[in-house]
Nanobody, 126 residues
Framework: QVQVVESGGGLVQLGGSLRLSCTVSGLSIDYYAIAWFRQAPGEEREAISC????????IYLDSMKGRATISRDNDKNTVHTQMNSLRPEDTAMYYCAVRSVRFAGCGASSELYNVWGRGTQVTVSS
């Protein structure tokens, strides 16, 4: 029933910016935590950030602190992450994940999240 679709990825140059979007269908996101993860080939999946159901945000990835923000638009059932000053090491598949437990909070563990999108590719050229 619940579907998650990421968009906004693409090819950018070093120092560029991207705004990724995560649109959820099948439930209203008002009371659910939504997180962004990324995974590069041959590397482990890592948590980037999470937006709590009450709008509070946490940036988990040290390299993204100061460069990324996460926000939600409940009216559009969408979560966004703005990423600036992108680097080649940011190249990865970026995933949006929903913790489909009402009023449950954020966390960095992927095990907390029940519904995942198929990802949007971000490639940063040098």
């Amino acid at each position: 029933q619940v579907q998650v679709v990421e968009s906004g990825g693409g090819l950018v140059q070093l120092g560029g910016s991207l705004r990724l979007s995560c649109t959820v269908s099948g439930l209203s996101i008002d009371y659910y935590a939504i997180a962004w993860f990324r995974q590069a080939p041959g590397e482990e999946r890592e948590a980037i950030s999470c937006n709590h159901w009450n709008g509070q945000s946490t940036i988990y990835l040290d390299s993204m602190k100061g460069r990324a923000t996460i926000s939600r638009d409940n009216d559009k059932n969408t979560v966004h992450t703005q990423m600036n000053s992108l680097r080649p090491e940011d190249t990865a598949m970026y995933y949006c994940a929903v913790r489909s437990v009402r009023f449950a909070g954020c966390g960095a563990s992927s095990e907390l999240y029940n519904v995942w999108g198929r990802g949007t590719q971000v490639t940063v050229s040098s």
